[in-house]
């Protein structure tokens, strides 16, 4: 094609601008052959006239389509150049806000400057297993192709990922490796993927900064290996580190800063364990503040901080080396602030000894001061003959101390990573890695020194070692398609290399001038001069000698020569370096030995490359060509190593591009980003690409795409390759233009272009057509319309002309009669005006007449009134002043009388008649009062009787003490020392009397004084409680005037919560068990695992949840009642039922209090066995002394008994005392009924019972105590008798006694003393626990109260509604504690009731078993016998419905019915038919009463099923044939249990079925907990089988066939989709047919059936729905078209198999409304509010998403624009949707198993012969 036919009038093209790189422009006129200037008009309508005789100028660059902008791989462009790219990446990532784009192979990732939710676990999950092209870009795309690459090929991999500072490498190289960690994690235990991702805050720390660019720039490059097994899990990792800036030490620029592990440690200096490095704030010190400000914005150093020791420690770092590590960072920061003081004008210099900075760098390494002091002030010089020590000037030291800085910090850096890649090490053997290398981009700044001179270094190899792989891609795409093909010409950086690298190049003489005693700067650039001045990579600044220019791949670049001599030889002095290796710290002196440097070559491939740092002259002349490798050599040489890796891996790039330098989010900068894109080999492989043919269609894409170019005769063939080689023949007449490959058609750059131009031609052509022929008919139609219309005028019109006349006419003939009646009314009303007039003359005449006579009458009338008023009112005034006159004399005379009868009563009441009187009144309070007189006399004389008692007692005590005292003195004159102890006991006693009586009046005083102040607090609160019941009934009526629709609203919504909450109860129980079955797989793995390993064939030990069930269940079913309550607690999670679910965390919780209550039990025993051990020692120990000893010690020990006793009753009176108290003021507070009063007054009697109680004990104690005294003084007598004389007879009797038998008694009576104290022992403890429990109760009354006092004033201030609110909210709360404490006695009780049972069951299982010893013979069983047994059968009216066997039969049953039974078998029969068979042996076990039979038989067949279970993991069929059949023998259980919950639908052939002796409601909960594992399973079988369906039949599926022509062009399918199999939606649908059927032939319940689709289909949406939020090829009106009717077609199915409810419908809402969402017009507001009030089952992030991504498929259709986006999320804003972009398609519902009970009876089941279960006998 010619430029005239391509550059033609509305052709849109890209011309040069300087502000924004390139600017778009639309051609107004034709372009001819010869033209001098191209005639154009911009977008902002301003003509605009482009060149075209200028020199160099050329015909700008021709635009994409509008349908291709915006494309996923640049590669895909028609016309690939600068501009394209450029304006597609900008489209992307401002209007899309997408960041990721493809390059071909290369991965471009534009930094936003913010956080996107586009890196959650969901979105590693939706990119696993996913094809590249396949998804939208991503980080994560590049990752899964690199790891399944290695997977599929066998080979290692590397991800490069470079860009200049502040691009994002180091964030993109961070989520490849979680990839990684989250995809390939560690099979074992080690969590090797957590240390991997862990050392990523430890390279931050110490090898990032912040620089102009970026607030976190890594300044070294590094190269991770993660290593996998041949499982492909990671088993270990390896990092080498390139050239690390070490010069950021001791200088840093401008706003820039240190390495972040400075700040880190000054911010956290204050820290006690730092107080020793002598550190401050970080602008203290000289090697932190040179750049101004040590903060940045958003970070706190003190935090990173703590990541970083954390990270230290989960690496495996030891709390002291990170503390010499800390040391050693301190250190450098002291050495950068040493004062250093010049002489003779800066010649000779010296640093102070006293010089604290100085002090803190030598006591923090451990080296010595005066040397260190002495060495970096001086030199040595070796010679031949003898050595010097020489001076440095000012000058020198400072860059001998900062190249000791550079060197210490390089070394630490080093040793650092050594231990990185130590912890990170594995002794497994590796099969292969995936190697990320994050390494610096291309720099180029104002100043460039040696640093930016071999990071350009190192991208030029990198770029070459790209092109090359780009490059041999292309060559691969076209061999394998069978293209011929030509040499492609590329840019080969391999001269500029060569410049740097090769033999007296750069390096070199670089080298060479550093071996130059005296080399300069200068020199050397002399010298570059003069080699490769005619170099076409080198030039040199015609303004400076110093400086000398590279022509890199991506610009030229100026670097100045000055330090880089000094930087490339790293000098630092060895007397420095000996210094250090002399410290006493082992690390520090580890630091700088020489055997770390002197690494083998074959070492140095496997270890990480380091850049080793050494003294000028080194002390051994051994190590000497070693020691002086020059910085550039050894980057050199690591530099290699990297690239021979590179080249022996398969490469994947991300190139991170910086937006803007004003780290702004969404902000593009056109210069900058072109600038990258050329620097970073992004327009290098567009040129690539555009050199041979970019743009690739498959036969069958292009035939749906182009087909409207075709004529009818070429479609009527069937070979659709061949005819569209014909097409292109035909179309475009140069050949070379486009190859046909085998499975594609290449084209050159521009030709899609083309075919779209046509394309479009021909669909204007035919859409003028179609508008010429609209047109005319739609004119054809108006005339119509017209003539139509002008008759109907014209008809209407003459109808209203003969209507007018006619009207004319009427009115005519209505005036004339009109005038007549006018005219003769107007006469008729002048005579009636002329007759009024006269009328109304007369009449006021005749009024004025009669007025005046009426005037003069009434003048007349009232004269009269006058004179009778005035008349009448001089006599009342006369008769007033005779009536005052009468009214005082009769007052005299009244008050004359009044005092004469005032005498008589005086004399009358000085009689006592009149006293009798008024004393009648007053007897019965003069009654009263004398009762309360008696009363108190009563108590007054019980208590002086008490008194009297005590009184009687004592002195008893004191006659019998004071007889005993005269006998001990007559029998033993001499021991005095024992009758003063005796005195002065008995003093005691008498004042513990005297002070139990002052005791005793004060409690008196004191219960007076109570009595009175509760009768008046009770009267007060009498006052409150009318009160209070006052406001209650006002309330209530309040509360009752309330709406009830209120009342059930709230009751729905709680009802709601409740449901809720029992759903995400149920499904965290599930949750649990599917952990638990996955860590029992796990272990079953692991145990085959070694069994294979070991090749040791024999028996293999049974799971761990078998052998833990069989020595849980070896004890008989009817355990101890300890077990037992446990037992019973576990029990109440089956019988409340499933509705009752929500309370299995209470019954959880009380488990545990039980556990807790069993161990104290257990140490309460195990101490009172200790005790008794000890007692038992101690009496052998007192039986072994003499008697004599004995009793002393009992003796002694009875009165401290006697003591302690004493003083617990002070004690208990004392608190006895308190709490009444307590109580008396909890009454005063108590505002309740007299319900709450008769409480107080029972605690009070209880209170009185327990204090007469302490007296009588108190009383007992005293009697014992006086006869204790009186034995020993009867045994200290008998023996100073037999001491006297042994025949003398013992006093106080009459007989003769025996010594030993008085010993006996004696020691008889002592027993029963120590009986008599423990018992008094027991009781006051159970006192004292009785005291405690009063308290307690007391204490809760007390807060109950004061909390209903608070709830009460505040209901008070509240508004009425509220207050009924509230009212209502505590009175459901009250009700609630009520049936919860009911509850719980209802628990205790039923928990009794099964324990006597339980007993019960025990009684009668010895009863029978006695019976039947007695009454039957046993008979030895033999084979023979049992087959007889087996042949002879019962008739079938005598089958009970149980099956019996023996017990060796029983492994033969298991491996018949569960092990090898197919579900073939048994398809003819009744469905579930195992589950019956077992429980009918079952049954019979429980018959016999046989429980060992029972718990053996259940468990073998949860183990067997869980065998099978495990051999048949990917089975659909057996899965659900078991989880069919175990559902049956727990519904089995339950029906024949004999609760009356589930014998509610059993006939009563069925309840004789039930089970009579044992409860087996442990084994229910464990088959349900085996059911929920099988349900897992088969929902994990289910969407494996279904999940590689989904996209494909949902998504891709062209259900409606004629919309395929409209699908997108241009996108780039990789090598790695080929072979990808596509299943259509009538496959998925067969599939789910099978699933239908199969589980309802096999018997599985209806409601798991829907429970199992609706958990399917919500992995469809999940999954579909994941898929169309990360692909912009289906987000097209097209594909919402075929996604709505593939959704129907579902729904469809649903409703043919009856599975409505569910709820399975309700899941596919999401993915209903995004399809509509795709339809719906998006344009105006209104469609944004149509939008919004639509998609409620979308979030916000959703919408938008899918807005972003939609794509026009037509260039008739119209872009999303981005204010119609904001105007969506304006309107969501206000929604609280979660943060998540895509569903948890792993998500798994909680499963319910609703009680299903059988309609058959078990004797009406009959066993097949294919089952061979000829040896279950029928009972």
Partial sequence: MSAAQLYTKYTRVWIPDPDEVWRSAEIIKDYKEGDKSLQLKLEDETLYEYPLDLPGSELPFLRNPDILVGQNDLTALSYLHEPAVLHNLKVRFLESNHIYTYCGIVLVAINPYEQLPIYEQD?????????????????????????????????????????????????????????????????????????????????????????????????????????????????????????????????????????????????????????????????????????????????????????????????????????????????????????????????????????????????????????????????????????????????????????LAKHIYAQLFNWIVQHVNKALHTTVKQHSFIGVLDIYGFETFEVNSFEQFCINYANEKLQQQFNSHVFKLEQEEYMKEGIPWTLIDFYDNQPCIDLIEAKLGILDLLDEECKVPKGTDQNWAQKLYDRHAASQHFQKPRMSNTSFIVLHFADKVEYQSEGFLEKNRDTVYEEQINILKASKYQMVADLFQEDKDAVPAAAVAKRTPRINVRSAKPAFKAANKEHRKTVGHQFRNSLQLLMETLNATTPHYVRCIKPNDEKLPFKFDPKRAVQQLRACGVLETIRISAAGFPSRWSYSDFFNRYRVLMNKRDLSKNDKKQICQTLLEDLIKDPDKFQFGRTKIFFRAGQVAYLEKLRADKFRAATIMIQKTVRGWLQRARYQRLRRATLALQRYARGHLARRLFQHLRRTRAAIILQKQYRMLRMRRAFLRVRSATLTIQAFARGMFVRRIYHQMLTEHKATILQKYARGWLARARFRRAQAAAVVLQCHWRRLRARRQLQALRIEARSAQHLKKLNIGMENKVVQLQRKVDEQNKENKLLNEQLSMLTSAHSSEVEKLKKELQQYQQSQQGDGKQLLSLQEETEKLRMELERAHGEREVLEDSHGKERDLLSKRISDLEEENALLKQEKEELNNRILCQSEDEFARNTVEENMQMKKELEEERSRYQNLVKEYASLEQRYDNLRDEMTIFKQTPGHRRNPSNQSSLESDSNNPSICTSEIGDTEDVIQQVEEIGMEKAAMDMTLFLKLQKR????????????????????????????????????????????????????????????????????????????????????????????????????????????????????????????????????????????????????????????????????????????????????????????????????????????????????????????????????????????????????????????????????????????????????AVQRKEKDFQG??????????????????????????????????????????????????????????????????????????????????????????????????????????????????????????????????????????????????????????????????????????????????????????????????????????????????????????????????????????????????????????????????????????????????????????????????????????????????????????????????????????????????????????????????????????????????????????
């Fill in 1155 to 1430: 556990v807790r209550e069993l161990e104290l039990e257990r140490k309460k025993l195990q101490a009172q066995l200790e005790k008794k051990e000890q007692d038992s020692k101690k009496s052998q120990v007192i039986e072994i002394k003499t008697e004599v000893t004995s009793e002393h010690e009992d003796f002694a020990y009875n009165s401290l008994k006697r003591q302690e006793l004493e003083s617990e009753n002070k004690k208990l009176k004392n608190e006895l005392n308190e709490l009444r108290k307590a109580i008396a003021d909890h009454a005063t507070q108590n505002n309740s009924s007299n319900d709450m009063q008769d409480g107080y007054n029972l605690l009070l009697n209880q209170l009185k019972s327990a204090n007469e109680e302490l007296e009588v004990r108190k009383e007992e104690v005293l009697i014992l105590r006086s006869q204790i005294m009186k034995a020993a003084q009867q045994k200290e007598t008998g023996k100073n008798m037999e001491s006297i004389s042994p025949n003398a007879s013992w006093p106080n009797s009459d007989r003769h006694v025996d010594q030993e038998d008085a010993i006996e008694a004696y020691q008889g009576m002592c027993e029963t003393n120590r009986l008599l104290e423990a018992q008094l022992q027991d009781q006051r403890r159970e006192h004292e626990e009785e005291m405690e429990a009063l308290k307690n109760q007391v204490d809760l009354m007390q807060e109950e109260l004061e909390k209903q006092q608070q709830a009460f004033l505040q209901t008070l201030q509240l508004s009425p509604e509220v207050q009924v609110e509230f009212g209502l909210q505590q009175e459901i709360t009250r009700l609630t504690n009520e049936n919860l404490d009911l509850k719980e006695l209802l628990e205790k009780s039923e928990k009794n009731e099964k324990k006597l049972k339980k007993q019960l069951k025990i009684y009668m299982k010895k009863v029978q078993d006695f019976e039947a010893s007695q009454t039957m013979v046993p008979v030895e069983r033999r084979p023979h016998e049992r087959n007889m047994q087996v």
């Fill in 123 to 403: 979105v590693i999950y939706a990119y696993s297993g996913q094809n590249m092209g396949d998804m939208d870009p991503h980080i994560f795309a590049v990752a899964e192709e690199a790891y399944k690459q290695m997977a599929r090929d066998e080979k290692n991999q590397s991800i490069i990922v470079s860009g200049e500072s502040g691009a994002g490498k180091t964030v993109s190289a961070k989520y490849a490796m979680r990839f990684f960690a989250t995809v390939g994690g560690s099979a074992s235990e080690t969590n090797i993927e957590a240390k991997v991702l862990a050392s990523s805050p430890i390279m931050e720390a110490i090898g990032n900064a912040k620089t102009t660019r970026n607030d976190n720039s890594s300044r070294f490059g590094k190269y991770i290996q993660i290593g996998f097994d041949k499982r492909y899990h990671i088993i270990g990792a390896n990092m080498r580190t390139y050239l690390l800036e070490k010069s950021r030490v001791v200088f840093q620029a401008e706003d820039e800063r240190n390495y972040h592990i400075f700040y880190q440690l000054c911010a956290s200096s204050s820290l006690p364990e730092f107080k020793d490095l002598g550190l401050t704030c970080a602008e203290d010190f000289f090697y932190t503040s040179q750049g101004g400000d040590t903060s940045i914005d958003g970070v706190d150093d003190a935090v990173d901080f703590e990541k970083t020791r954390h990270a230290f420690t989960l690496l495996g770092v030891k709390e002291s080396h990170q503390m010499t590590i800390f040391r050693i960072i301190a250190a450098i920061l002291h050495l950068g602030n040493l004062k250093i003081q010049g002489e003779r004008d800066g010649e000779v210099c010296s640093v102070s000894s006293e010089d604290e900075h100085l002090s803190n760098f030598c006591s923090l390494l451990g080296v010595e001061h005066s040397q260190m002091q002495h060495w970096l002030c001086h030199r040595k010089l070796v010679t031949t003959a003898e050595t010097y020590v020489k001076s440095m000037s000012l000058h020198q030291v400072v860059n001998a101390r900062n190249a």
């Fill in 1442 to 1819: 149980m099956l019996e066997y023996y017990k060796e039969d029983e492994p033969l049953l298991i491996r018949n019915l569960i092990t090898d039974l197919k579900p073939q078998a048994v398809s003819a029969t009744v469905p579930c038919l195992p589950a019956y068979i077992l429980y009918m042996c079952i049954r019979h076990a429980d018959y016999i009463n046989d429980d060992q039979k029972v718990h053996s038989l259940l468990t073998s067949t949860i183990n067997g099923v869980k065998k099978v279970l495990k051999k048949h993991q990917d089975d659909f069929e057996m899965t659900s044939f078991w989880l069919a059949n175990t559902c049956r023998l727990l519904h089995c259980l339950k029906q024949y249990s004999g609760e009356e919950g589930f014998m509610t639908q059993n006939t009563a052939k069925q309840n004789e079925h039930c089970l009579k002796n044992f409860d087996l409601t442990e084994y229910r909960q464990v088959l349900g907990h085996l059911s929920i594992q099988i349900y897992q399973q088969l929902i994990n079988i289910a969407e494996g089988i279904l999940q590689p369906m989904i996209v494909s039949a949902v998504l891709e599926n062209e259900s409606i066939q004629g919309l395929s022509s409209v699908k997108p062009v241009g996108y780039r399918k990789y090598a790695s989709n080929a072979g990808d199999s596509s299943y259509s939606l009538d496959e998925m649908i067969r599939q789910l047919n099978t699933f239908h059927s199969i589980m309802c032939d096999q018997g599985l319940d209806p409601e798991i059936i829907q429970q199992v689709f609706k958990q399917l289909f919500y992995m469809i949406n999940a999954i579909a729905l994941n898929n169309l939020l990360l692909r912009k090829d289906v987000c097209s009106w097209s594909t919402g078209m075929q996604l709505r009717f593939n959704i129907s077609q579902l729904e469809e199915w649903l409703r043919g198999k009856n599975l409505q409810q569910s709820g399975a419908a309700q899941t596919l809402e999401p993915l209903i409304q995004a399809a509509q969402l795709l339809q719906l017009k998006k344009k105006t507001s209104e469609d944004a509010e149509a939008i919004c009030s639509l998609c409620t089952s979308l979030t916000t992030q959703q919408i938008v998403k899918i807005l972003n991504l939609y794509t026009p498929v037509n260039e008739f259709e119209e872009r999303v624009t981005v204010a119609f986006i904001r105007n969506i999320q304006k309107q969501l804003q206000e929604r609280n949707d979660p943060p998540q972009l895509l569903l948890d398609f792993k998500h798994m519902f909680p499963v319910l198993f609703p009680f299903n009970p059988s309609a058959i009876t078990m004797d009406s089941i009959h066993l097949p012969a294919s089952l061979n279960l000829d040896f279950l006998n029928k009972v």
